[in-house]
């Protein structure tokens, strides 16, 4: 199947960039830097054309199966990655973006297991739920990456200890805003995105929150960012409790994906 | 002969400044020695950079050794200081080491403090005052206009000059790492020493404001908020202060810590969770050292910031480095577009007495030809061009190809001599 050949390709790609953009972060050549970009892209578009095959393969939005879920996020992501490393001009992010893609797209399973969903209750409302949560769970991503950038600059700050990385790292500032706006951004899509689930699993089946893991870890990952956000806007968590508690969100963010893949429910498996 | 690059002088590295000093020259003085040097020949191109810390010569001539000794004994009249106490302190580099000596000094990489970003103007100053002196010839304008180029590549692809190596500057460098950008961040003096003063204009240039000064004699206070455009605070009210501000920069005589924990604990709380940059320059230190563990307080008493400045020298260092690298690829790249330079003018003047002997043959033969067509004419012309062409073909190339595997001298210097050449044709810069 040409779609999984170029899945791996797109995989390979975002390995080589990880590599590069972490040999960027510790040493200093500007050259590893620009591979890592090259690399990033080429990766994007090869992703790209998989998702699109895999679609047209399928007669469908490739939004069904876990594995299409997670390919789907973490295509976002690395779109995400290149817009904000541009807006926020900060070279170092693929060094801590890309380990995260590479580390979920190793991890995606591999069987391309269908929903086992009844097919009175498809409707078009499914792949827009898929989709905005897609969108928020990928600009999540950044957030998490973000919130380490953070902790690792706030720790160097703190300790008095210019390291490499103290230098490679942008100001305290742009990382703050980095996190925040990948929140503002990601937080509304995942929010409306599992409205919509929750809306058409109480049409479906009648009650809006029937014995699903992987509905269950969302509300929990919700609340976490919700949580955040709230701080935010109260005013109390800027900066380090921010940065904790979104490493946390992404901890749920995990275990959520781990849920929906481990755990028998409605979403499959 | 041909003409050699040279660079000769004296450095940091090679004198002492008792005997540097004796040679920097001012601007004017500068001009009269290169006006002279230019009367007497001894160089076809030359240069005079003379700096606190360097006094260099950079030059083509065909003997570098004396062209030196010239420059150094008229450099010398005006303090009257003879060329023999000089010269032991002299260095001297040819060809491709005063390629890679003028990349390193306008790069900056020469530098007493490495990275530090006056030495590319004077070098910039050095080169107008020559050229106004007319004594810059090829040579020289394509050296110093690479220099000019790497010096900022150098600057602009590493960090060789970006990073503070003094405590006040580093300072203001990790309130950037802190805050990003320091506009409008407000700014609380504690005390009106002169460390302070300087650290407070320090972030002022970076557009921090508004500016409180608070200090146990008022009228201190108010003198210094007059000079620096601030607002003069009572002591006590300090801790209010703190809460509305960025940066505090404690710079007071006090015996014992005048920003207590509670204090900034309280400040901390009033201004929610903005970070909150405390820089205590005094000694004894004027912060208690427990302040820094608070969330978002990032305390810093001068030995702190003499260890970020040892960082940053150290880290400037390794961009040293890397920078070094970058130039060894330019000194190269340099190199063969300069040799390339030296066998245009051989080819340029074959061609020039391959195209008078055709033109003279051409005319002899029409002349014989009285009522020869234009047919027969373009045919003549066409016939000439091409045996032209055909002869300086296979020289050309050889003396391309020999200038890029470094032998362009010899050849030129053959094909000059085979084909009756001017003698100086060989040569780059006349």
């Known amino acids: 199947m040409i779609n999984a050949v170029l899945y791996d390709i797109a995989l390979t790609a975002y390995i080589v960039a990880m590599v590069a953009a972490l040999g960027h972060l510790l040493g200093r050549r500007e050259g590893l830097w620009r591979l890592a970009l090259l690399c990033t892209q080429a990766g994007w578009l090869f992703h790209t054309l998989a998702i699109g095959l895999r679609g047209a393969e399928l007669g469908r939005l490739p939004l069904l199966t876990l594995s299409e879920l997670v390919s789907v996020m973490i295509w976002g992501a690395v779109l995400l990655e290149l817009w904000a490393e541009r807006v926020f001009r900060v070279k170092v992010l693929g060094a801590f973006v890309l380990p995260v893609i590479v580390g979920l797209g190793l991890a995606l399973p591999t069987g391309l297991r269908a929903l086992a969903l009844e097919p009175a209750i498809r409707s078009a409302w499914i792949w827009v739920h898929a989709a905005l949560a897609l969108i928020g769970l990928a600009a999540l991503v950044l957030n998490f ?15 008095k200890r210019p390291g490499p990385v103290y230098y490679r790292l942008p100001s305290l500032e742009t990382l703050d805003r ?17 409205v919509l689930g929750a809306l058409w699993a109480g049409a479906a089946w009648g009650s809006v929150l029937t014995w699903d893991p ?26 380090r409790r921010a940065a904790y508690l979104a490493v946390a969100g992404f901890c749920a963010l995990l275990l959520t994906l781990g849920a929906g893949i481990l755990l028998q429910g409605r979403h499959g498996s | 002969m041909t003409t050699t690059l040279f660079v000769a002088g004296m450095s940091h590295r090679t004198a002492p400044v008792e005997i540097r000093e004796q040679l920097a020259l001012e601007e004017d003085k500068l001009r009269e020695v290169v006006a002279a040097l230019a009367a007497q020949g001894v160089a076809a191109e030359l240069m005079i950079l003379s700096t606190c810390n360097r006094v260099e010569v950079y030059g083509v001539a065909e003997a570098p050794g004396e062209a030196r000794a010239a420059a150094f004994r008229q450099l010398g009249t005006h303090r009257g200081v003879a060329l023999a106490s000089i010269e032991p302190h002299l260095f001297a580099h040819t060809e491709e080491e005063a390629v890679r000596h003028a990349f390193r000094v306008a790069a900056s990489l020469d530098s007493l403090v490495i990275g530090e970003p006056q030495i590319l103007g004077q070098v910039k100053d050095a080169f107008a005052l020559a050229q106004s002196c007319r004594t810059v010839g090829p040579v020289l304008n394509a050296l110093m206009s690479q220099a000019f180029t790497v010096a900022k590549r150098v600057r602009t692809d590493t960090e060789v000059g970006r990073l503070a190596v003094s405590v006040a500057s580093s300072a203001v460098e990790l309130a950037r790492k802190i805050f990003g950008s320091l506009d409008g961040k407000a700014v609380l003096l504690v005390g009106a020493g002169e460390m302070a003063e300087l650290a407070a204009r320090l972030l002022m240039e970076e557009g921090a404001m508004p500016l409180y000064i608070a200090n146990r004699t008022p009228a201190r206070a108010r003198e210094l908020a007059a000079t620096l455009a601030g607002a003069a605070v009572p002591f006590e009210q300090m801790g209010a202060v703190m809460a509305e501000v960025d940066i505090v920069i404690a710079c007071t005589a006090a015996p014992e810590p005048v920003v207590r924990v509670a204090d900034v604990r309280a400040a901390v709380a009033a201004r929610r969770t903005r970070p909150l940059f405390l820089i205590d320059l005094g000694v004894p230190r004027n912060v208690e050292a427990a302040v820094n563990g608070l969330e978002g307080v990032f305390a810093y008493d001068v030995d702190d910031l003499e260890q970020v ?26 190199l063969r577009r300069l040799r390339e330079v030296e066998v245009v003018p051989t080819i340029v003047s074959l061609k020039e007495k391959l195209e008078a002997i ?13 009522g020869a067509s234009a047919e027969t004419r373009a045919v003549l012309e066409a016939l000439s061009q091409a045996i032209v062409n055909k002869v300086l073909h296979a020289p050309a190339v050889k003396l391309r190809d020999s200038s890029r595997d470094g032998h362009g001298r010899r050849w030129t210097e053959v094909v000059s001599e085979i ?8 040569e780059r810069d006349r």
Do not use: C
């Open chain 2, 358 to 370: 055709r033109r003279g043959e051409l005319d002899k033969a029409l002349a014989r030809l009285p």
């Open chain 1, 214 to 239: 992987l509905a269950l870890f969302s509300v929990v990952m919700w609340m976490v960012y919700a949580s955040i956000l709230a701080g935010r806007v109260v005013g109390r968590w800027h900066g």
């Open chain 1, 178 to 194: 980095l996190s925040y706006r990948t929140l503002t951004l990601g937080f509304p899509f995942l929010t409306a995105g599992l």
């Open chain 1, 145 to 159: 990456a973000g919130a380490v950038m953070y902790l690792l600059q706030e720790r160097q700050l703190k300790a």
């Open chain 2, 309 to 334: 400045v040892e960082a940053n020298r150290r880290e400037r260092q390794r961009e040293a480095r890397r920078a070094e690298t970058m130039l060894e690829g330019e000194v190269t790249r340099f």
């Open chain 2, 419 to 426: 084909f009756g050449l001017r003698r100086s044709t060989g």
